[in-house]
Nanobody, 122 residues
Framework: QVQLVESGGGLVQPGGSLRLSCATS????????MGWYRQAPGKERELVAA???????NYADSVKDRFTISRDNAENTVYLQMNSLNPEDTAIYYC????????????????WGQGTQVTVSS
């Protein structure tokens, strides 16, 4: 059974940072592209960042130069470092695993985590 479990969300002030983690089990981690999506209230879920291997990455324009996706294949874990957070980053953040081209072209991943809330507010 595939499981993706996010952690690290919470409340942070504008300009602050958070690091999300996603621990996975039940899948061959190194064979999957990993990504982070988010869904804000009243908005569609969007891809924030995706990574295949340790080199090729894709970021939404709104988070470029602020967010960094990384992965530890030995720990089967993917991370999202979020810096310079602003209220528009408030959303539920979802970890995902799938095929890289499917994810970056909007066709979605194969597996989802349950999500973790990130709230940016003073």
């Amino acid at each position: 059974q595939v499981q993706l479990v996010e952690s690290g969300g919470g409340l942070v002030q504008p300009g602050g940072s958070l690091r999300l983690s996603c621990a996975t089990s039940g899948l061959t981690f190194g064979s999957y592209a990993m990504g982070w999506y988010r869904q804000a209230p009243g908005k569609e879920r969007e891809l924030v960042a995706a990574m295949i291997t340790g080199i090729i990455t894709n970021y939404a324009d709104s988070v470029k130069d602020r967010f960094t996706i990384s992965r530890d294949n030995a720990e089967n874990t993917v991370y999202l470092q979020m810096n310079s957070l602003n209220p528009e980053d408030t959303a539920i953040y979802y970890c995902a695993a799938g095929v890289y081209l499917m994810m970056i072209t909007g066709r979605g991943p194969d597996y989802w985590g349950q999500g973790t809330q990130v709230t940016v507010s003073s």
